[in-house]
């Protein structure tokens, strides 16, 4: 019988070769290849040959070409393509010539030559129908056909299998046929000349358990097509949520106890970090443990540099490039600032990452730069603090602090234009040591004693003068006397009007509101034996003596004249000389001053001395006091007659803010306590008893 396969891409085969071919005698087509030696395919070339004409043009076979007969004009014409269905219907009667013409074909490479090929007969391969087969319920069968194949992969004919199955209590198998036993999953293997194939049955009765998280029951089709072999664990819930397989959301950290998949890892194939069947290239790794995976990316960058390999210190996960390096962590605290951020590394680090200079703060400049220091300031007694003058950025624009360097000498006024050398030796130590910048003297004596000498004035310069000039100088009084402002009349006096020539005060020891003490005299004219005090100032200001303001309130210590007080004369509180008759009386403090008054109205009645609680300061008569209305209800209601006079509630007379609910009510103790158990707040005590009933009511 003819072997199609065979005959028509040998056919096919004469076909391919060059893009153009040429047109011999009569139109006839020549193809620039071999015509084929073998009867069967040279009546098939022919047929072939005869059927392409006119503008049809096909490649029939991949690689060979066929072309049209050339036109008048046309030497040679370009290989085309036609559509599948001119490809068919050239085909057909060339497949059917095959097929019944050249049954006696004597090619060659005929069956005949197969059937004496020894690699004929022996089995390379075992194609089995199918890859997964589904029985649903016992006793089930179906038929699995095997084919046996050669090296060649052509069909060896005739070959006896041997059928076994891996666990008969879920299917058997004879002679290729499966029936299913019980529920579960097993293979069927077909085998023949050493060369086995398997195909997986899953049996599922109608009676087995169908848990909606036992997804292998139905799908093991489904798993063994997509992990088949890899070790991925048969709880598909783990992944696959939605209603298709499709869109599975893998949890990786959960299933390698803790790696989660962050930055690159998360792009990465399976593949990258796991064998084909699932393991672990790097077992027991966490996802923050970088080296022990990525090893030779460490040797490669930091090898024999004594880099931590903690590498998201200064990488991210999502690439090793772009690391943010910490310098100040990872080296206990040395801060890469100004100049110091753009040096390479081994600028202040050995190759293996050592540092030159060990040890050292980033404020402790000349650990570093000893030869800068020596280079500007050797010799000089400059401090070694550097930041003291100069920046992080550069050695150039330092910015001395004088005050710092010395001890508080700050460079004000004048001092800040005069050259080093006006205060300091060549070799920097002051010409003046000890001053602070408000000790002018220190430095100045020749200038005090040229314009001061023997004037007594204070070496204390900057009471008069400010540091930009002595010139201009603007003195203060209050400061140079201890506290003696020029205020009022004063400020237009001659100071010979209180001191002597050499600017000795004429009246030592006086303050500005002191008035006696220079202005006796003009108090004897005017309050001599009047008992008047001599704090002038209550009554007269700095200006002038007339004009006095009298303010009895501050002269008394805080009686305010008011009400009828106003229009008394004096004398008929004080005495001639201006003593009170009444001392430390305060304004509100009546009965003081008015015990007879009190006596005659109210003697006996036990009534407060806190005049003002009933009469005004105007008059003692229309006093007008509403117990009820201010405090507590008396003369009606309940206490309506329950009382002969104030001391009934009020027992202590001295303190009429003190009362008692006890004299009239005598409850006893324990039984009030037991009664106001769920009262918040609840004491045994008067004041308690009034907060809760104020009108004097019950519950």
Known sequence: MLDVRRVLPEV???????SLVHAGDGGRIAAETDIPTSNCSQAIYGFLAQRINGDRVSELYPGAHFARPLKDGEETVPVQQ?????????????????????????????PADVENDPAASVVAGIELEGAV??????????????????????VIQGVIFEWTSGDPAVATVVDGEVRAAGDGWTEVTASAGGTTESVS????????????????????????????????????????????????????TAVSNGFELLGVHAVLSCAACHQADGTPTYPGVADDQCVSCHQ??????????????????????????????????????????????????????????????PGVADDQCVSCHQADYD???????????????????????????????????????AHTSLACTACHQADGT??????????????????????????????????????????????????????FDLLGAHTSLACTACHQADGTPKYPGVGDNQCVACHQSDYDGEHSGSGYPTTCLQCHTRNSWSGADFDHSTASAGFDLLGAHTSLACTACHQADGTPKYPGVGDNQCVACHQSDYDAEHSGSGYPTTCLTCHTRASFSGASFDHDAQYFPISVGKHQGKWSGCVTCHTDSSDYSNFTCFACHQHDQSRMDDKHSDVSGYAYDSDRCYACHPTGQGD
């Open 430 to 483: 002051p010409k003046y040591p000890g001053v602070g910048d408000n000790q002018c003297v220190a430095c100045h004596q020749s200038d005090y004693d040229g314009e001061h000498s023997g004037s007594g004035y204070p070496t204390t310069c900057l009471q008069c003068h400010t540091r930009n000039s002595w010139s201009g100088a603007d003195f203060d009084h209050s400061t140079a006397s201890a506290g």
């Open 82 to 110: 036609v559509n599948a269905m001119s490809r068919i219907q050239i085909l057909l009667p060339a497949i059917a010539l095959a097929v019944f013409g050249c049954g006696g074909d004597s090619d060659p490479s005929s």
């Open 375 to 413: 280079g500007q300031h050797g010799g000089s007694g400059t401090p070694t603090t550097c930041l003291q003058c100069h920046t992080r950025d550069a050695w150039s624009g330092g910015g001395f602090d004088h005050s710092t360097a010395s001890a508080g000498f700050d460079l004000l006024g």
């Open 12 to 18: 096919f085969s004469q076909f391919r070769g060059p």
């Open 201 to 252: 049955i899953v049996v599922a009765t109608p009676d087995s358990p169908k848990d909606r998280t036992d997804c292998i029951a139905c799908h093991a089709d489904a798993y063994l097509g997509q992990h088949g072999g890899s070790s991925t664990p048969e709880t598909c819930l783990q992944c696959h949520t939605g209603p298709t397989w499709t869109g599975g959301d893998f949890d990786h």
């Open 296 to 357: 030779a990316d460490y040797d490669g960058q930091h090898g024999g540099s004594g880099t931590p390999t903690t590498c998201l210190q200064c990488h991210t996960r999502d690439a090793w490039s772009g690391g943010g390096f910490d310098h100040s962590t990872a080296s206990a605290g040395f801060d890469l600032l100004g100049a110091h951020t753009a040096l390479p590394c081994t600028a202040c680090h050995q190759a293996d990452g050592t540092p030159k200079y």
């Open 133 to 154: 087969v589904m029985l649903w319920d016992r006793g089930v069968g179906t038929q699995v056909t095997a084919t046996a194949l050669d090296s060649r992969g052509q």
